[in-house]
């Protein structure tokens, strides 16, 4: 089993930035790919971005593309998600996830979930 906690969402301004990150405990963090995905209120919940075991290998959503950066510390069990220039569309609850294979995920090759945490950037 891993424990999947995500921290560092809040209120921002369109045009800022955030720093998420994800706490993993139980299996060691580096046999998974790591992800996070986005929910917006009344939309379905899509892919972000997606780094491999080692961290090599990167994959992002078109719509953060240049924009949002994915970094992971095996050593430290920690994923990040880098925010930059942020817009209103990219309000939601942000989950972080795990599965193994390759790191482009879809929901049903999710193997865990985290709780999310609220971004909400205001225009």
């Known amino acids: 089993q891993v424990q999947l906690v995500e921290s560092g969402g809040g209120l921002m301004q369109a045009g800022g930035s955030l720093r998420l990150s994800c706490a993993a405990s139980?299996?060691?963090?580096?046999?998974?790919?790591m992800d996070w995905f986005r929910q917006a209120p009344g939309k379905e919940r899509e892919f972000v971005a997606a780094?491999?075991?080692?961290?090599?290998?990167?994959n992002y959503a078109d719509s953060v593309k240049d924009r949002f950066k994915i970094s992971r510390d095996n050593a430290k069990n920690t994923v990040y998600l880098q925010m930059n220039s942020l817009k209103p569309e990219d309000t939601g609850v942000y989950y972080c996830?795990?599965?193994?294979?390759?790191?482009?995920?879809?929901?049903?090759?999710?193997?865990?979930w985290g709780q999310g945490t609220q971004v909400t950037v205001s225009s």
């Open positions: 139980g299996r060691t963090l580096s046999r998974y790919a």
């Open positions: 780094i491999s075991q080692s961290g090599g290998t990167t």
């Open positions: 996830a795990a599965h193994q294979g390759y790191p482009l995920p879809t929901m049903r090759s999710i193997d865990y």
